[in-house]
């Protein structure tokens, strides 16, 4: 994942509270994923407007953590969930 590029959630891809077993899940036609608190935080941020940049300075001032590792970790997160078509971005 690149600096400018824009993640977004594609339609009919949506962030859930499962409030039975308490957890946020990431839900998908026919498909979901369990979130831990960081996968949550993450996606949080995604709002298919800012740019994995913003994302990662946001949630570096946020948890005050060094945006590189932010990047890094948040990088191969969201990679995966792209690979599993959970998420689309635009360069």
Do not use: C
Not at 10 to 24: K, N
Not at 35 to 52: M, P, T
Not at 78 to 87: E, P, Q, S
Request: proline share 4%.
């Amino acid at each position: 994942m690149q600096t400018a590029d824009i993640p977004a959630l594609p339609r009919g891809v949506r962030l859930h509270y499962d409030a039975v077993r308490e957890t946020w899940v990431l839900l998908a036609p026919e498909r979901a994923v369990t979130l831990d608190g960081i996968g949550h935080a993450i996606l949080s941020a995604v709002d298919g407007s800012r740019s994995f940049g913003d994302i990662t300075a946001h949630l570096g001032q946020k948890f005050n953590a060094p945006a590189e590792r932010i990047a890094e970790d948040s990088s191969g997160f969201l990679d995966a969930l792209r690979a599993r078509r959970f998420l689309d971005v635009r360069a």
